[in-house]
Every structure is written in structure tokens, then in C-alpha cells.
């Protein structure tokens, strides 16, 4: 089992419409979660940063975690054909992890 | 331009060549890391140093791979006799102390071992 698991897409969505994403991770003991957005041949770019149950919203991001299920999910309001990006989930382990695990990450299309 | 900046931005090299990439942070990030990502997959940690000190490092770095950051500003990632298996593109983060899980992405060097 990956540690963190995204569905690789791709996701295709009407422009306008919300856009969500979805990621399991396998440790339980994981502190931190993030999403990134990565354009084609571009570097990722932090969007969210979430670290309690519940929704976390900024403009037309919302990020939800639910630790009992180990499931953290991103939803994008209004989308634009400029999110048309992937989208990184990556999880902090344990206490004292520095690092980040990542998933592969989702390719979504906003069609106009 | 206060972002993470890396050096060079592509490098294509002969296999059995040694390659050297620099990473400067952002200003007041103490904090340093470096990924690998290749295509279709997200971005794999190699290493980890808090101001100056090497704190962890991935069971994925062989010993042909060595990084530094002296005086705890820039970090120089150093790859010695390079497979085709390292061609990539290498990633620098960095974080603020107060927000030290926040990780801010350089633009990469895309490495290619020919």
C-alpha cells in the first residue's frame, strides 16, 4: 500500500462547476496535509495547508480532513481553465517527521 | 525576487560525470529540502537540514549523492558518477521557522544523464 494515494486522473471538469479531489494516506499518526497545484514542467506550488478535522477554506479552495478515515480532500469552487494543473496531496508523518510524502497526484482539465 | 532560487536549470550530462546543483532559499528560512521527481510521480525527499545540520536523509540516497549547506544559507546537492537511472528533476523547498511545514518549491533543475 502507497502512503499516500491519489486517483491520477485525469479529471475532467466543466468550467464553473466545483472540482474535487481526494487522497487517502496510510499513517495514522500523520500531523500535517497539503495540497500543491503543479503546472505542466513548472515546480509545485504550496495552495493549502490544513492540520484538524474539519473544512479550511481560502477563496475558492476548501480543504477538508477527516483523520478517523485517513482522508483529506480538496475542493475548488467556480473552477477556471487555469486550474487546470495537477494537484499534489503530501502528508507530514509522526511527530519530529520533517519530510513530506507526496501522492502522484491528480491531473485535472477545466473544459470551458 | 524573494523566492527559492536553483542552479542551473537544466543540466545534461554524460553518464560516469559528476553533476553539482545550488539551491538558495528564502531569505529567514532556516529550513532546507531536497526532493527528486520523475514523470508522473510526485516528489520523492532525499534530504533534510535545519540551518546548517543535516537531519535526515532518505534511505533513497545512495552513496553517490552527497548535499552540504554551509553556514546554513545556500545548499549544493552533488550527484558523483550519474546512472540514467538519476536523470530528474531535482527540487529544493525551504520553510519559515514559524511555519516550518510549509514547504516553498524552487523551479528545479532538470537533470538528463545521457
Redesign the interface.
Known amino acids: 500500500q502507497k502512503e499516500?494515494e491519489q486517483n491520477?486522473g485525469p479529471l475532467s471538469v466543466p468550467e464553473g462547476a466545483i472540482a474535487s479531489l481526494n487522497c487517502t494516506y496510510s499513517d495514522r499518526g500523520s500531523?500535517?496535509f497539503?495540497w500543491?497545484r503543479q503546472y505542466s514542467g513548472?515546480?509545485?506550488?504550496?495552495i493549502m495547508?490544513i492540520y484538524s478535522n474539519g473544512d479550511k477554506e481560502d477563496g475558492r479552495f476548501t480543504a477538508q480532513l477527516n483523520k478517523a478515515s485517513q482522508y483529506v480532500s480538496l475542493l475548488i469552487r467556480d473552477s477556471q481553465p487555469s486550474d487546470s494543473a495537477t494537484y499534489?496531496c503530501?502528508v507530514?508523518g509522526n511527530q519530529g517527521a520533517?519530510?513530506?510524502?507526496?501522492?502522484?497526484?491528480t491531473r485535472l482539465t477545466i473544459n470551458p | 525576487d524573494t523566492g527559492v532560487s536553483q542552479n542551473p536549470r537544466h543540466k545534461i550530462t554524460k553518464r560516469g560525470q559528476n553533476v553539482t546543483f545550488r539551491c538558495d532559499p528564502i531569505s529567514e528560512h532556516n529550513r532546507l529540502y531536497w526532493y527528486r521527481q520523475t514523470l508522473g510521480q510526485g516528489p520523492e525527499f532525499l534530504t533534510y537540514f535545519q540551518n546548517e545540520a543535516q537531519l535526515e536523509k532518505s534511505r533513497l540516497l545512495s552513496d553517490r549523492f552527497s548535499a552540504e549547506r554551509p553556514k546554513g544559507s545556500f545548499s549544493t546537492l552533488e550527484i558523483q558518477r550519474t546512472e540514467q537511472g538519476d536523470s530528474a528533476m531535482y527540487l529544493c523547498a525551504s520553510s519559515y521557522p514559524r511555519a516550518p511545514y510549509e514547504q516553498y518549491f524552487g523551479p528545479g533543475t532538470r537533470l538528463t544523464v545521457t
Open positions: 499516500v491520477s500531523q500535517s497539503f500543491y513548472k515546480s509545485p506550488e504550496l495547508s499534489l503530501a507530514r520533517q519530510k513530506l510524502v507526496f501522492g502522484q497526484g
